[in-house]
């Protein structure tokens, strides 16, 4: 019988989605006959952690295993996880190993005033997220590049739903769209690894698993992303195409919001578009 453990349920999760993905030529193996999975069977996966398929089984299915850190390191090795990708297995096992779920601070999410503050003064485009991705706080740099969310119900902003609106999103068709939702994704699935059974989250993946087949294949990948950093093309009408670097600085709590900062090497045409496009705006709110 599979445990009722949510932790357990989301490390099997992981574990399939991982092994779903490796080819026996990745890992040395001949193929041999006619296979019913793409990916490697748990008992090829087993041999190469040097576990028992029964014990590899039961840790896919959820059931009541504990396994030790040197074990998770061996399936980490025999899955090919990366540094990541190996926390997440961690961080999933050792809660898995708890007879129920710990609490989890469920306070709402508050920017602290230092960092609103911090936003206000800053010349670059800049948003602060929290955990499962809402927009909680903004600059007018980043209301210039992406448009003012105030006209949003609060439980909208968040940074997933609106990338998979199909209202909003003209930019399917761009290169870097799939990348970003799934930097954002893996971000989700973080937080989702410190508490699986979350309301907000459990809300913003139920709605979007319902309506974008699109999310549903990008989600079943069980990528995993702690903190992110990319490029981004932005077009805007004014001005024309911008591509700013991004990264993401957390911010204090565990787990806390994070920063989300967009940036332009100095001196660049990108630089002298994006202070274009805020000297427009700033012409726009005040005017």
């Known amino acids: 019988m599979n445990s009722p453990n949510p932790y357990a349920r989301e490390l099997g999760d992981f574990l399939r989605a991982r092994r779903g993905q490796l080819r026996p030529h990745d890992v040395g193996l001949e193929p041999g006959g006619r296979r019913k999975v793409t990916g490697l069977r748990r008992e090829e996966l087993a041999l190469l952690a040097g576990l028992s398929t ?25 899955l090919g996880l990366d540094d990541e990708e190996h926390r997440h ?28 503050r911090l936003l206000r003064v ?20 980043a209301e210039a590049l992406l448009g003012d969310p105030g006209g949003y119900p609060p439980d909208r902003l968040n940074m997933l739903l609106l990338i998979f609106d199909d209202t909003l999103t003209g930019d399917r068709g761009c290169p870097d769209w799939e ?16 508490d699986p059974v979350h309301p907000r989250a459990t809300a913003i993946i139920g709605e979007l698993s319902i309506r974008s087949a699109e999310f549903r294949r990008l989600w079943a990948r069980h990528d995993v992303r702690e903190s992110v950093s990319g490029s981004k ?45 805020a000297s427009l705006h700033a012409t726009r709110v005040t005017g």
């Open 179 to 194: 990348r970003q939702a799934l930097d954002y994704i893996g971000m989700m699935r973080a937080a989702v690894a410190t």
């Open 54 to 78: 029964d014990y590899y089984q039961r840790m896919e299915q959820g059931r009541d295993v504990r396994p030790s850190d040197a074990v998770l390191d061996a399936v980490a090795a025999a």
């Open 233 to 277: 093309t932005f077009r805007a009408p004014e001005v024309g195409t911008i591509v700013l670097d991004w990264d993401t600085y957390p911010l204090p709590g565990n787990p806390g919001p994070v920063m989300l900062v967009f940036t332009a090497e100095p001196g660049s045409a990108d630089a002298d578009r994006l202070r274009l496009l």
């Open 122 to 141: 800053m010349d670059t485009p800049a948003v602060v997220l929290g955990r499962h991705l809402d927009l909680l706080d903004w600059n007018p740099m």
């Open 89 to 116: 297995l961690v961080t999933l096992a050792h809660a898995a190993r708890r007879p129920a779920p710990a609490r989890v601070d469920r306070e709402p999410e508050r920017v602290p005033d230092g960092t609103r």
